[in-house]
């Protein structure tokens, strides 16, 4: 197909137009003979090659083009959200704390109290974070092991229309996509064994077991990531399976980070001894990093970025994490004034 605009794509027909005429033989070369080897085209520059992008017109390969607020989000989705729960509560919960003992006067106390604080949260949210992907993960191994005996029990006219439901939805025609249903359910692997009962398994396991006959070999092409199961798992449920790395990498990162999180509103504490001058310091203190934190957020998160997105994200976090500590000094003012 012709381009339109040559000066705004790279395909093969818009960059052979524009090549120079040896650049030219090459590619007409490529297309007659698919096996033949560009020996003298690797003396010539990246510019004569077909398979490269048209970097004659701006510059700059058109699939290194970048819009405005492209950004490259080089964390995984996962590692941000288990950094931001981290972060949020370890930037609210001890800010909460020192503001409700600064009031007793004396650093040493709010330094005591709130490294308590900070350890108990962090192990805490640590073990949440853990038991949370433990959850995810047993709950996708459930939906993996009831959807294929579902699958497996099922009619081909059933599994075709189930696929239908998902691809029909973003355009794909009915034909096209019963050969997909046809062709997932070549891939399928077979239905897992019934589980036995809890007293047979138990049974099984202490009675005596005979000698294993020798196993044959077994064919490879069955996956758990191809076939119908997978396909609707994935696309019809949206979820996918959850590596067991993840459970301890979600425990580490929460719990590290609401350590790091919780241990700046301490800082002032430690050289200043008096509590109430130490306290005005943590404010801003803790306000400064509470702004850089939603910066970041907003960035690493893929939201609405520019001068605007960005103010947004900081000053959303400081009014957050300044409504839970002011909430905490004024209940505990409220109390010692009742006293």
């Given amino acids: 197909m012709p381009c339109q605009n040559p000066q705004d794509c ?5 960059l052979q137009s524009k090549l120079p005429k040896r650049s030219q033989e090459v590619v007409s070369r490529v297309e007659n003979d698919p096996v033949w080897t560009t ?16 970097k004659h017109a701006r510059g700059v390969c058109c699939r290194e083009l970048k819009g405005d607020d492209e950004r490259d989000l080089w964390i ?29 006067g004396d ?10 604080e900070v350890l108990a949260g962090s192990i805490s949210m640590g073990l949440g974070g853990y038991l949370s992907a433990e959850a995810e993960m047993n709950h996708f191994k459930y939906l993996r092991r009831v959807t294929r005996q579902r699958v497996a029990r099922s009619c081909a006219g059933e599994m075709e229309r189930e696929v239908y439901d998902v691809l029909g939805s973003v355009g794909v025609s009915e034909d096209l996509s019963n050969s997909v249903a046809m062709h997932l359910s070549k891939l399928e692997p077979p239905p897992p064994p019934k589980q036995p009962s809890f007293f047979k398994s138990m049974a099984t396991k202490f009675a005596r077991k005979p ?4 196993t044959t070999h077994t064919d490879l092409r069955w996956s758990d990531e191809q076939g119908l199961t997978a396909f609707l798992l994935k696309y019809g449920e949206g979820v996918e399976e959850v590596p067991t790395s993840k459970l301890i990498k979600s425990a580490i ?14 800082l002032p ?30 960035h690493f998160t893929g939201a609405t970025g520019g001068f605007g997105g960005y103010l947004y994200g900081g000053v959303s976090m400081v009014a957050v994490g300044g409504l839970a500590a002011g909430s905490a000094y004024g209940l505990v003012k409220w109390f010692d004034s009742r006293s």
């Fill in 10 to 14: 790279c395909g093969g027909s818009c």
């Fill in 39 to 54: 020996t003298q085209d690797e003396e010539s520059d990246d510019s004569q090659d077909p398979n490269k992008c048209d």
């Fill in 76 to 104: 995984s989705p996962d590692t941000v959200s288990d950094l931001v729960i981290g972060l949020s509560d370890g930037l609210a919960v001890p800010p909460a704390l020192v503001a409700a003992l600064a009031g007793l």
């Fill in 107 to 116: 650093s040493k106390i709010v330094i005591l109290g709130a490294l308590s």
């Fill in 211 to 214: 000698s294993p006959l020798p």
């Fill in 253 to 266: 990162t929460v719990g590290m980070g609401y350590a790091v999180g919780g241990m700046w509103p301490l």
């Fill in 269 to 298: 504490f430690f050289f200043i001894p008096e509590a109430h001058e130490a306290f005005k310091v943590s404010i801003v203190v803790t306000s400064i990093i509470l702004f850089l934190f939603g910066i970041g957020k907003t």
